[in-house]
């Protein structure tokens, strides 16, 4: 099998390589990755595909450390401080704080507000003529989501999306570009400011007000601002490839997309095996704190190890008929939103909108039809359609 250049993005420009990943996973389930003329800094990495191994590295965050080199093939530029790129003790203290505002109950809060942002993302989709599905309907309720998450004002909901697509379109698809991070950065520092001198009822007051029992410092400036710059590509992008990806699943599977409608109990089930499917945050990279070995293969301290949920959550010795999209698949231990210490944050907050969404399409329209090319956004980290051209039918 000739090796696809996975620190490249435009491996990916066609959807996710599945072939390669299945032999990989029956061949050389921890595979070195030479690198190549796109690998960050020329350093090899290695590629985990198996499940089992997949859930063992996430879940032994000691060996596996997400502070050495941060969660990308390059290294990230929040090592040490944003959540995702920390590890114990500075990940227990930052995810305590931030976990204050993302309680089951204060997410649930949001339910009606969702289906009402839903509602009218849906009026303005056109009958029965093609329109992008991606602009008009995946992006827009994660980012209207996200927004009312840190109380943005409304009126700058338009500004900021915009900005945060820039960002990681012009950022060659793995990391963000430094003048939009600098657009975001400002704008997360005065709504901080703002939200420090006048709370209101939005998730990220909570945040900026949260203090722990133990006496540890309440969220620096800095800190803050990491984490807002976080929350807009960890759950807006990903959100929105799990919406569009989901719809594009259902409509190619017109059996399940009946099986759906008839069943509105399988919702639950549905939007776990939509995340599944999907994969949006498609791979995440580790780097180890000594020498360890997996599967035979000896890795020495200090070594990138990339692991792919992906292809994780298609292996065949974890999943009955992996290639099946099935709506009511349970049990259904994906990797779609990671695990252990670093588990998505946002989950809870996924998985209500998958469900506001999906709920408001089958009850409005009657028939959905693919009318055009797909394309893909050109990334290997955040994989997800960029065109969805459809034609929707109302009942
Ligand atoms: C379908 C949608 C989503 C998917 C597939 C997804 C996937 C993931 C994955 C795989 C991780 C683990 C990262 C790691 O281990 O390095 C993660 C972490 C995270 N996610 Fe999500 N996510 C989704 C939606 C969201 C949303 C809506 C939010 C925010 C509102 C969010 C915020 C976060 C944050 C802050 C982390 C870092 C947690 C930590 O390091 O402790 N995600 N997500």
Redesign the pocket.
């Known amino acids: 099998m000739e090796p696809v250049d996975l620190s490249y993005s435009g491996s990916f420009a066609a959807g996710f390589p599945h072939e390669f990943f299945n032999w990989l996973r029956q061949n050389e389930p921890v595979w070195w990755h030479q690198p190549t003329e796109h690998t960050p800094n020329g350093i090899g990495f290695w590629v985990v595909s198996r499940h089992a191994d997949v859930v063992a590295i ?1 879940k032994d965050a000691e060996t596996y450390s ?1 502070e050495l080199g941060g ?1 990308q093939i390059y290294d990230g530029k929040g090592m040490g401080y944003q ?4 590890d114990d003790p500075k ?1 227990r203290r ?2 305590a704080l ?1 976990n204050k505002g ?1 309680t089951p109950r204060t997410i649930g809060r949001l339910e009606d507000d969702l289906r009402a942002r839903a509602k009218r993302i849906l009026d303005e989709v056109p009958s029965g003529e093609t329109f992008n599905f991606v602009p008009a309907v995946a992006r827009e309720l ?1 980012l209207q ?2 927004c009312a ?1 840190l109380g943005v004002p409304q009126e700058d909901r338009a500004e900021l999306g915009d900005i945060v697509d820039l960002a990681i379109g012009a950022g060659g698809g793995a990391t963000m570009s430094p003048q939009h991070l600098k657009r975001l950065s400002a704008y997360a520092d005065a709504l901080v400011e703002r939200k420090r001198h006048h709370p209101a009822d939005d998730i990220l007051s909570i945040i900026v007000h949260a203090q722990l029992d133990d006496g540890s410092p309440q969220l620096s400036n800095m800190e803050l601002r990491a ?1 807002f710059n ?2 807009f590509p ?3 992008e ?2 929105r ?3 569009a990806g989901g719809m594009l699943a259902l409509i190619e599977n017109p059996g399940e997309l009946g099986r759906l409608r008839g069943n509105p109990d399988l919702m639950k089930t549905a939007g776990e095996e ?2 599944r499917w ?4 498609v791979y ?3 780097t180890t704190t000594r020498d360890v070995e997996l599967r035979g293969r000896a890795i020495r301290q200090g070594q990138k190890v990339t692991v792919w ?1 992906m292809s994780a959550n298609r292996d065949e010795e974890v999943f009955t008929d992996p290639f099946r999209f099935d709506i009511a698949r349970d049990p259904n231990f994906h ?13 809870n ?3 209500l ?2 469900k506001v969404m999906f709920e408001e399409l089958l009850g409005r329209f009657a028939r959905f039809e693919v009318t055009g090319p797909l394309a893909w956004t050109n990334n290997n980290r955040l994989l997800g359609l960029t065109h969805l051209p459809l034609k929707a039918f109302p009942k």
């Open positions: 996430f997400s969660t959540l995702n790129q920390t990940h930052l995810r931030v993302f994660p989501a996200i998450v984490f976080l929350l960890a759950g807006a990903t959100t490839s799990a919406i939509i995340v999907t994969s949006p945050s995440k990279r580790r949920e990797v779609g939103f990671g695990l252990g210490a670093h588990f998505c944050l946002g989950a907050l996924a998985r909108e998958l």
